[in-house]
Protein backbone atom coordinates (compact mmCIF):
# COMPACT_ATOMS: atom_id res chain seq x y z
CA UNK A 1 0.00 0.00 0.00
CA UNK A 2 1.44 3.34 -1.10
CA UNK A 3 1.91 6.12 1.76
CA UNK A 4 2.49 9.71 1.02
CA UNK A 5 3.51 12.67 2.87
CA UNK A 6 3.19 16.55 2.35
CA UNK A 7 5.76 18.93 3.70
CA UNK A 8 6.59 22.30 3.58
CA UNK A 9 5.97 25.71 4.77
CA UNK A 10 2.71 26.12 6.55
CA UNK A 11 2.62 30.33 6.47
CA UNK A 12 3.48 31.70 3.32
CA UNK A 13 3.59 35.44 2.25
CA UNK A 14 0.54 37.50 0.38
CA UNK A 15 2.07 37.68 -3.17
CA UNK A 16 5.15 34.91 -2.44
CA UNK A 17 5.12 30.95 -3.92
CA UNK A 18 3.60 28.54 -2.24
CA UNK A 19 6.11 25.00 -2.15
CA UNK A 20 4.93 21.66 -0.67
CA UNK A 21 7.10 18.28 -1.36
CA UNK A 22 4.50 14.78 -1.17
CA UNK A 23 6.68 11.86 -0.47
CA UNK A 24 6.45 8.30 -1.71
CA UNK A 25 6.63 5.31 0.43
CA UNK A 26 6.02 1.91 0.02
CA UNK A 27 5.47 2.09 -4.10
CA UNK A 28 7.45 4.01 -6.78
CA UNK A 29 7.14 7.61 -8.56
CA UNK A 30 7.38 6.30 -11.65
CA UNK A 31 4.85 3.20 -11.51
CA UNK A 32 2.22 3.34 -13.96
CA UNK A 33 0.07 6.16 -12.13
CA UNK A 34 -0.10 10.10 -12.22
CA UNK A 35 -0.01 11.47 -8.87
CA UNK A 36 -1.86 14.71 -8.37
CA UNK A 37 -2.66 17.62 -5.65
CA UNK A 38 -5.94 18.31 -3.87
CA UNK A 39 -7.07 21.43 -1.78
CA UNK A 40 -9.45 22.09 0.41
CA UNK A 41 -10.34 25.54 1.89
CA UNK A 42 -11.33 25.47 5.62
CA UNK A 43 -14.61 24.77 6.38
CA UNK A 44 -15.22 23.59 1.93
CA UNK A 45 -14.73 21.54 -0.73
CA UNK A 46 -12.18 19.71 -2.60
CA UNK A 47 -10.62 21.84 -5.48
CA UNK A 48 -8.28 19.07 -8.15
CA UNK A 49 -5.22 21.51 -8.78
CA UNK A 50 -3.22 18.87 -11.12
CA UNK A 51 -1.49 15.81 -11.66
CA UNK A 52 1.70 14.48 -13.60
CA UNK A 53 3.23 11.69 -14.85
CA UNK A 54 6.90 10.59 -13.76
CA UNK A 55 7.57 10.81 -17.34
CA UNK A 56 7.38 14.78 -16.89
CA UNK A 57 3.03 14.95 -18.31
CA UNK A 58 1.19 17.57 -16.60
CA UNK A 59 -2.30 18.42 -16.32
CA UNK A 60 -3.27 21.47 -14.79
CA UNK A 61 -6.51 23.01 -13.83
CA UNK A 62 -7.50 26.16 -15.78
CA UNK A 63 -8.36 28.42 -13.11
CA UNK A 64 -4.79 27.61 -11.55
CA UNK A 65 -2.70 26.89 -14.37
CA UNK A 66 -0.83 30.41 -14.52
CA UNK A 67 0.43 30.13 -11.25
CA UNK A 68 1.11 26.22 -10.94
CA UNK A 69 3.84 23.94 -11.44
CA UNK A 70 3.81 20.49 -10.72
CA UNK A 71 7.37 18.08 -10.86
CA UNK A 72 8.89 15.29 -9.80
CA UNK A 73 11.98 13.66 -8.49
CA UNK A 74 12.33 10.58 -9.34
CA UNK A 75 15.77 9.92 -7.48
CA UNK A 76 14.26 11.41 -4.66
CA UNK A 77 10.85 9.35 -4.72
CA UNK A 78 8.63 12.83 -4.25
CA UNK A 79 6.70 15.19 -6.61
CA UNK A 80 6.23 18.98 -5.49
CA UNK A 81 3.86 21.32 -5.77
CA UNK A 82 4.36 25.23 -6.54
CA UNK A 83 1.58 27.84 -6.57
CA UNK A 84 2.77 31.23 -7.39
CA UNK A 85 1.26 34.88 -6.56
CA UNK A 86 -0.68 33.46 -3.34
CA UNK A 87 -3.38 35.12 -1.44
CA UNK A 88 -5.50 34.61 0.74
CA UNK A 89 -8.12 32.93 -0.89
CA UNK A 90 -5.19 30.07 -1.35
CA UNK A 91 -5.21 29.42 2.54
CA UNK A 92 -6.17 25.76 2.65
CA UNK A 93 -5.57 22.07 3.43
CA UNK A 94 -3.26 20.52 0.75
CA UNK A 95 -3.49 17.16 -0.15
CA UNK A 96 -0.73 15.33 -2.71
CA UNK A 97 -2.90 11.80 -3.87
CA UNK A 98 -2.26 8.83 -6.28
CA UNK A 99 -4.39 8.78 -8.90
CA UNK A 100 -4.82 4.87 -9.52
CA UNK A 101 -5.11 4.03 -13.52
CA UNK A 102 -6.89 3.28 -15.98
CA UNK A 103 -9.91 4.14 -13.97
CA UNK A 104 -8.57 7.24 -12.75
CA UNK A 105 -9.85 7.72 -8.96
CA UNK A 106 -7.72 8.55 -6.32
CA UNK A 107 -7.06 5.93 -4.27
CA UNK A 108 -4.68 6.95 -1.89
CA UNK A 109 -4.00 10.01 0.41
CA UNK A 110 -1.54 12.05 2.32
CA UNK A 111 -2.73 13.10 5.43
CA UNK A 112 -2.40 16.66 4.00
CA UNK A 113 -0.90 19.91 5.37
CA UNK A 114 -2.29 23.24 6.17
CA UNK A 115 -1.14 26.41 4.03
CA UNK A 116 -1.85 29.32 5.81
CA UNK A 117 -1.61 32.74 3.36
CA UNK A 118 -0.83 35.72 5.47
CA UNK A 119 1.16 38.56 6.07
CA UNK B 1 -15.34 22.03 -16.82
CA UNK B 2 -18.36 19.32 -15.85
CA UNK B 3 -20.25 20.12 -12.98
CA UNK B 4 -21.20 17.70 -10.17
CA UNK B 5 -24.12 18.32 -8.11
CA UNK B 6 -25.45 16.24 -5.14
CA UNK B 7 -28.19 16.23 -3.04
CA UNK B 8 -28.96 16.57 -0.01
CA UNK B 9 -26.41 19.19 0.71
CA UNK B 10 -26.94 17.54 4.48
CA UNK B 11 -29.12 14.47 5.88
CA UNK B 12 -29.72 13.57 9.25
CA UNK B 13 -29.90 9.90 10.03
CA UNK B 14 -30.07 7.17 12.56
CA UNK B 15 -28.24 3.98 12.53
CA UNK B 16 -29.28 1.36 11.01
CA UNK B 17 -31.05 3.63 8.35
CA UNK B 18 -30.95 3.26 4.93
CA UNK B 19 -29.44 6.20 3.15
CA UNK B 20 -29.05 7.14 -0.22
CA UNK B 21 -27.16 10.40 -1.68
CA UNK B 22 -27.38 11.39 -5.40
CA UNK B 23 -24.59 12.74 -7.52
CA UNK B 24 -25.60 14.51 -10.96
CA UNK B 25 -22.86 15.54 -13.89
CA UNK B 26 -23.57 18.17 -15.91
CA UNK B 27 -22.84 16.03 -18.97
CA UNK B 28 -22.62 12.51 -19.93
CA UNK B 29 -19.22 11.10 -18.12
CA UNK B 30 -19.90 6.93 -18.51
CA UNK B 31 -19.37 5.84 -15.49
CA UNK B 32 -15.61 8.07 -14.41
CA UNK B 33 -17.93 9.05 -10.98
CA UNK B 34 -16.17 7.86 -7.47
CA UNK B 35 -17.43 8.27 -4.26
CA UNK B 36 -15.16 9.61 -1.20
CA UNK B 37 -15.67 10.25 2.83
CA UNK B 38 -14.10 12.56 4.57
CA UNK B 39 -14.24 12.80 8.30
CA UNK B 40 -13.16 16.11 9.95
CA UNK B 41 -9.73 16.77 9.96
CA UNK B 42 -9.09 13.70 8.21
CA UNK B 43 -8.22 12.65 4.17
CA UNK B 44 -10.80 12.09 1.81
CA UNK B 45 -11.58 8.51 1.80
CA UNK B 46 -11.93 6.31 -1.64
CA UNK B 47 -15.23 4.10 -1.36
CA UNK B 48 -16.68 3.63 -4.77
CA UNK B 49 -14.73 4.18 -8.02
CA UNK B 50 -16.49 3.67 -11.45
CA UNK B 51 -19.55 4.74 -10.25
CA UNK B 52 -20.09 0.87 -8.37
CA UNK B 53 -16.70 -0.73 -7.86
CA UNK B 54 -16.14 -1.43 -3.96
CA UNK B 55 -12.44 -0.08 -3.03
CA UNK B 56 -10.88 -3.34 -1.08
CA UNK B 57 -11.52 -2.75 2.31
CA UNK B 58 -14.80 -1.07 2.28
CA UNK B 59 -17.73 -2.19 4.23
CA UNK B 60 -20.26 -4.15 1.83
CA UNK B 61 -22.88 -1.85 3.20
CA UNK B 62 -21.49 1.04 0.55
CA UNK B 63 -22.83 0.74 -2.94
CA UNK B 64 -22.58 2.91 -5.68
CA UNK B 65 -24.81 2.95 -9.13
CA UNK B 66 -25.50 4.66 -12.26
CA UNK B 67 -23.76 5.91 -15.25
CA UNK B 68 -24.23 8.86 -17.97
CA UNK B 69 -25.01 11.68 -15.85
CA UNK B 70 -26.83 10.30 -12.45
CA UNK B 71 -25.35 8.19 -9.71
CA UNK B 72 -26.25 7.12 -6.64
CA UNK B 73 -24.19 6.30 -2.85
CA UNK B 74 -26.36 4.18 -0.96
CA UNK B 75 -25.39 3.08 2.65
CA UNK B 76 -27.74 -0.20 3.63
CA UNK B 77 -27.60 0.34 7.62
CA UNK B 78 -26.22 2.89 8.52
CA UNK B 79 -23.51 3.01 11.68
CA UNK B 80 -21.80 4.99 14.05
CA UNK B 81 -18.45 5.51 12.21
CA UNK B 82 -20.28 6.19 8.94
CA UNK B 83 -21.45 10.00 10.44
CA UNK B 84 -19.44 12.04 7.78
CA UNK B 85 -19.27 14.12 4.68
CA UNK B 86 -19.74 12.50 1.29
CA UNK B 87 -18.30 13.41 -2.11
CA UNK B 88 -18.98 12.52 -5.41
CA UNK B 89 -16.31 13.47 -7.88
CA UNK B 90 -15.57 12.67 -12.24
CA UNK B 91 -12.31 11.16 -13.65
CA UNK B 92 -13.94 11.42 -17.35
CA UNK B 93 -12.16 14.51 -17.97
CA UNK B 94 -9.75 17.03 -16.79
CA UNK B 95 -10.16 19.51 -14.59
CA UNK B 96 -11.39 16.82 -12.49
CA UNK B 97 -14.44 17.92 -10.87
CA UNK B 98 -15.70 17.49 -7.39
CA UNK B 99 -19.62 17.94 -5.82
CA UNK B 100 -20.12 20.41 -2.90
CA UNK B 101 -20.19 17.46 -0.25
CA UNK B 102 -23.36 15.97 1.63
CA UNK B 103 -22.66 16.07 5.62
CA UNK B 104 -24.46 13.32 7.16
CA UNK B 105 -25.40 13.85 10.38
CA UNK B 106 -26.96 11.95 13.20
Known amino acids: QVQLQESGPGLVKPSGTLSLTCGVS?????????WSWVRQPPGKGLEWIGEMYHSGSTNYNPSLKSRVTISVDKSKNHFSLRLSSVTAADTAVYYC????????????WGQGTLVTVSS | DIQMTQSPSSLSASVGDRVTITCRAS??????LNWYQQKPGKAPKLLIY???SLQSGVPSRFSGSGSGTDFTLTISSLQPEDFATYYCQQSYSTPYTFGQGTKLEI
Open chain 2, 27 to 32: QNINNY
Open chain 1, 97 to 108: AKVATPQLHFDS
Open chain 2, 50 to 52: VAS
Open chain 1, 26 to 34: GGSISSSNW
